[in-house]
């Protein structure tokens, strides 16, 4: 078990980013995946009032069971069963449809612990910014905004968010448009050929009209 607190949160970082190593964001920049937990456990630090060692290394493990193949027992050993005990708390069931486990998220918001409500409202606001700089190519406007709605309907679940993250995650929220920006028309190339292109032959001009 590591003791130092420097330490610990540096080794969590490095486990995150090797078992994370060959998973990318969804948008279209392909960020490595690295990239939001590192963002998550940013968000955290800056938002609680008292350092909690435990709750950073939490923030960076929190997709490694669910995305990783890392068990419980792997992060009780390693980090403590009180980590371990934080990442199971926000981890989906990924033998479940993927509706069933957004509904659960939902269902299941007011049942958090605090510090597990921290890690789900900066997990969501890491999401909607990753949504509104990058969205995924094959996601349309419809489907970003039903995302940025199920997102608010898990937060608004939250019994007790913490104050910063929840203003930061309603400022996130209101940047998405209410409508869909209008697609800009085709560029209409220019039918007057330029003077490289006009025939010079004798031969080219009379067989024009």
């Given at each position: 078990?590591?003791?130092?607190?420097?330490?610990?949160?540096?080794?969590?970082?490095?486990?995150?980013?090797?078992?994370?190593?060959?998973?990318?964001?969804?948008?279209?920049?392909?960020?490595?995946?690295?990239?939001?937990?590192?963002?998550?456990?940013?968000?955290?630090?800056?938002?609680?009032?008292?350092?909690?060692?435990?709750?950073?290394?939490?923030?960076?493990?929190?997709?490694?069971?669910?995305?990783?193949?890392?068990?419980?027992?792997?992060?009780?050993?390693?980090?403590?069963?009180?980590?371990?005990?934080?990442?199971?708390?926000?981890?989906?069931?990924?033998?479940?449809?993927?509706?069933?486990?957004?509904?659960?998220?939902?269902?299941?918001?007011?049942?958090?612990?605090?510090?597990?409500?921290?890690?789900?409202?900066?997990d969501k606001i890491s999401n909607l910014r990753?949504?509104?700089?990058?969205?995924?190519?094959?996601?349309?406007?419809?489907?970003?905004?039903?995302?940025?709605?199920?997102?608010?309907?898990?937060?608004?679940?939250?019994?007790?968010?913490?104050?910063?993250?929840?203003?930061?995650?309603?400022?996130?929220?209101?940047?998405?448009?209410?409508?869909?920006?209008?697609?800009?028309?085709?560029?209409?190339?220019?039918?007057i050929p330029t003077a490289s292109a006009k025939?010079?032959?004798?031969?080219?001009?009379?067989?024009?009209?």
């Amino acid at each position: 078990m590591i003791t130092n607190q420097l330490d610990a949160i540096l080794s969590a970082a490095h486990f995150a980013a090797e078992k994370h190593a060959n998973q990318k964001r969804k948008g279209k920049a392909g960020e490595p995946y690295i990239n939001h937990l590192l963002e998550v456990a940013q968000l955290i630090s800056a938002a609680v009032p008292i350092p909690d060692t435990n709750l950073l290394i939490a923030a960076l493990l929190h997709d490694v069971v669910e995305d990783a193949g890392v068990t419980k027992d792997d992060l009780a050993n390693r980090f403590g069963a009180d980590v371990a005990n934080l990442v199971a708390e926000v981890t989906d069931d990924k033998s479940l449809p993927k509706a069933e486990r957004k509904r659960l998220q939902v269902e299941n918001a007011p049942k958090k612990s605090i510090r597990a409500q921290a890690i789900k409202l900066a997990d969501k606001i890491s999401n909607l910014r990753a949504i509104l700089s990058s969205p995924p190519a094959d996601w349309d406007y419809q489907r970003r905004k039903e995302y940025f709605k199920w997102a608010k309907r898990v937060v608004d679940g939250l019994t007790a968010p913490n104050p910063t993250l929840k203003a930061e995650f309603d400022k996130t929220f209101a940047a998405f448009p209410q409508q869909n920006p209008p697609t800009p028309p085709p560029q209409i190339a220019a039918s007057i050929p330029t003077a490289s292109a006009k025939p010079h032959s004798t031969a080219a001009r009379r067989s024009r009209p």
